[in-house]
């Protein structure tokens, strides 16, 4: 199997506190990890890939002091918004890649859902 | 840059009915290619995959297959049920690319009684 779990599902915070969201490979190994963010009816746009180990690289336009990404191991990446603000108010979803001949692709978690007050 | 281009939605078809979402793609390479699909309130979970010419994925009815003279990856279900109702996501990882995902823009599929 390949399973990714992300904890909380959803959250609620007021306006300047700071949120860490957690992703999860359950029963593989993932040497890179990625964060993505949705809006409503929309597509998942990429904010960054997290590498174990290394720096995260982000996209443009992403602000890596805002969105702060950690992968401490084979098995853990956290998204950490800081100081958070309406209009962060989001769908985050992590994937993480799972690499092999028959299996190179990524894997979803079921997502967060951050509601900023 | 390489690209994903899908059919606008939504789609609304009734149970039974045949059903076809268009995918066609761009890449410099021999990109593997995917259909994600999001239920709501969830996140994405694979549905199928091919990782090179002519090769047909499928899973649950669904199928697509990996035409690189037309660069297409179609998904078709002969016989769609209610529960097939979610956002369907046609996305690409270039080899070499950093295992990074290109996705479509999604295309909602809703299926009525």
């Known amino acids: 199997g390949a399973v990714v779990s992300q904890h909380p599902s959803w959250v609620i915070c007021k306006s300047g506190t700071s949120v860490k969201i957690e992703c999860r490979s359950l029963?593989?190994?993932?040497?890179?990890m990625f964060w993505y963010r949705q809006f409503p009816k929309q597509s998942l746009m990429l904010m960054a890939t997290?590498?174990?180990?290394?720096?995260?690289?982000?996209e443009q336009g992403v602000e890596k002091d805002k969105f702060l990404i950690n992968h401490a191991s084979l098995t853990l990446s956290t998204l950490t918004v800081t100081s958070a603000h309406p209009e962060d108010s989001s769908f985050y979803i992590c994937?993480?890649?799972?690499?092999?001949?028959?299996?190179?692709?990524?894997?979803f978690g079921p997502g967060t859902r951050l509601t900023v007050l | 840059g390489d690209s994903v281009t899908q059919m606008e939605g939504p789609v609304t078809l009734s149970e039974e009915a045949f059903l076809t979402i268009n995918c066609t793609y761009t890449?410099?390479?021999?990109?593997?290619l995917f259909w994600y699909v999001q239920y709501p309130g969830e996140g994405l979970q694979l549905l199928l995959k091919?990782?090179?010419?002519?090769d047909k994925g499928s899973n649950k009815g669904f199928e697509a297959t990996y035409r690189k003279e037309t660069t297409s990856f179609h998904l078709e279900k002969g016989s769609v049920q209610v529960s097939d109702s979610a956002v369907y996501f046609c996305?690409?990882?270039?080899?070499?690319?950093?295992?990074?995902?290109?996705f479509g823009t999604g295309t909602q599929l809703k299926v009525e009684l």
């Open positions: 091919a990782t090179k010419a002519d």
């Open positions: 997290s590498n174990e180990g290394s720096k995260a690289t982000y």
């Open positions: 994937s993480a890649y799972k690499g092999g001949v028959s299996t190179d692709t990524q894997y």
């Open positions: 029963d593989f190994q993932a040497t890179t």
């Open positions: 996305a690409l990882i270039l080899t070499g690319g950093g295992n990074k995902l290109t």
């Open positions: 890449a410099t390479g021999y990109p593997s």
